[in-house]
């Protein structure tokens, strides 16, 4: 009954929160100010501010007291989860808890919240997943993630953010260096939020073409080593000599086509890494959030044919 009556949840699903945007904004900023970490306090609904640089330190010497902390070589969930049934089981045995009891106590699935949490695997457990009211996360919640990943970055990755040549590969001249880029029709300025070179990975880059069109792709691999196979299927575009049919031509790929009908010296490619991936320390598919984020700049920056120079959009990764 309680399912057929709230066919109608799945439209409330996403509600902001009451917040103006001011505040959504000063509490991100409390949030992400790397001097201090707001964290729940152990009793109570209080909340606590702590110098980040001394939480980290104490943090770090309680786990070295090998006295109370050790480090697992494997995870011993289901170990526990049997020696737990054993003990229900004897007690159950000796009439000391009763059968409901017994049942409460035991955990069936002790990876549940876990896989819960895994986008991925939720999806293949539909059966168990039921349409709720949640309310919005509360001050407390906003403030002090459980795993406050925007503490983590070292002192060196605090240095200029932009795209820098990394000086040390042939790649280098092809690079267009700097911290900003421009729509190539409504010339909005972007500004570019990492420090990216040739040798960065999960990378989107653009390349422009010397007529101002944009293409938009992404790479897993090192970008220096995408630009090389960008750079040699031009040359076999513009390589007059006839080849032979090979299975996959690589001269037929859209910015070599392009190069070839609009005439541009094989000098004239530039790419631009413009935004980049950080494996997650928390899991997650990287090349699918790499997918979502090479389709939000194709779109964003209007690079399919024929205002740029890709084939077309890729949506199904949002899927
Ligand atoms: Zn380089
Ligand atoms: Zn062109």
């Keep these: 009954m309680i399912d057929a009556a709230v066919s109608d949840f799945p439209q409330h699903l996403h509600q902001r929160g009451n917040l103006p945007k001011e505040e959504r904004v000063a509490l991100k900023a409390l949030c992400d100010n790397k001097n201090i970490i707001i964290k729940p306090a152990d009793k109570g609904g209080a909340v606590v501010i702590l110098d980040y640089v001394y939480y980290r330190s104490e943090l770090l010497a309680q786990l070295s007291d090998s006295n109370g902390y050790r480090k697992l070589s494997f995870d011993p969930t289901s170990k526990f989860q049997l020696r737990l049934k054993n003990l229900l089981d004897i007690a159950c045995t000796h009439g000391w808890i009763t059968d409901t009891q017994r049942e409460g106590l035991y955990v069936k699935h002790p990876h549940w919240p ?9 999806a293949l457990n539909r059966k168990r997943v039921r349409f709720g009211h949640r309310r919005n996360r509360n001050l407390k919640e906003l403030l002090s993630p459980t795993d406050p990943v925007s503490k983590y970055e070292t002192p060196t990755r605090l240095n200029k953010l932009g795209v820098f040549k990394c000086g040390n590969c042939t790649m280098c001249n092809s690079l267009i260096v700097g911290d900003k880029f421009f729509h190539p029709h409504t010339g909005k300025p972007y500004t ?128």
């Design 114 to 122: 876990i896989v819960k949490s895994d986008h991925d695997l939720t």
């Design 192 to 319: 570019i939020k990492q420090r990216l070179t040739c040798t960065s990975q999960n990378v989107v880059y653009i390349i422009k073409c010397p007529c101002g069109l944009l293409y938009c792709g992404k790479t897993c691999r090192q970008l220096r080593e995408r630009i090389s196979m960008h750079r040699s299927t031009i040359r076999a575009a513009l390589d007059p000599k006839p080849r032979r049919e090979t299975k996959q031509d690589i001269s037929k790929q859209p910015v070599a086509q392009h190069w070839l009908s609009a005439k541009h010296p094989a000098s004239a490619f530039k790419c631009m890494p413009i935004d980049c991936i950080q494996d997650s320390l928390r899991g997650g598919n990287t090349d699918r959030r790499l997918l979502q984020r090479e389709a939000f700049w194709t779109y964003e920056l209007n690079c399919v044919a024929q205002k740029g120079l890709n084939s077309s959009l890729t949506l199904n990764c949002f899927l």
